[in-house]
Nanobody
Framework: SVQLVESGGGSVQAGGSLRLSCAAS????????LAWFRQGPGKEREGVAAIHIGGGNTYYADSMKGRFTISQDTAKSTLYLEMNTLKPEDSAMYYCAADNGMGWVRPNRAADFNYWGQGAQVTVSS
């Protein structure tokens, strides 16, 4: 079975940085995208960033462009999200996700992803 395990969350002051990691096991990389989503209290899950498994093309939500960087290390089966210049509104539970390659995948649509981690909490204080 596929397991995604996030790590690296925590609390930081505004302007600070964090790096999230997502270790994948049992995933055969037969999908299209690996992605990060986040969900704040009372909010819908939103796409943060995604990377195309085959081509390496990346997608970022507008509010993350220039501040967040998604990358993957396939040798380590690990997905990363480098987050800089963090703002209080970035506070949320962050989830990594992967699709199973069986359907059309939009990199910012949570419903298109099949596998999810348990989440890592990021809290940014002002």
């Amino acid at each position: 079975s596929v397991q995604l395990v996030e790590s690296g969350g925590g609390s930081v002051q505004a302007g600070g940085s964090l790096r999230l990691s997502c270790a994948a096991s049992g995933y055969t990389y037969n999908g299209y995208y690996l992605a990060w989503f986040r969900q704040g209290p009372g909010k819908e899950r939103e796409g943060v960033a995604a990377i195309h498994i085959g081509g390496g093309n990346t997608y970022y939500a507008d509010s993350m462009k220039g501040r967040f960087t998604i990358s993957q290390d396939t040798a380590k089966s690990t997905l990363y999200l480098e987050m800089n210049t963090l703002k209080p509104e970035d506070s949320a539970m962050y989830y990594c996700a992967a699709d199973n390659g069986m359907g059309w995948v939009r990199p910012n649509r949570a419903a298109d992803f099949n596998y999810w981690g348990q989440g890592a909490q990021v809290t940014v204080s002002s």
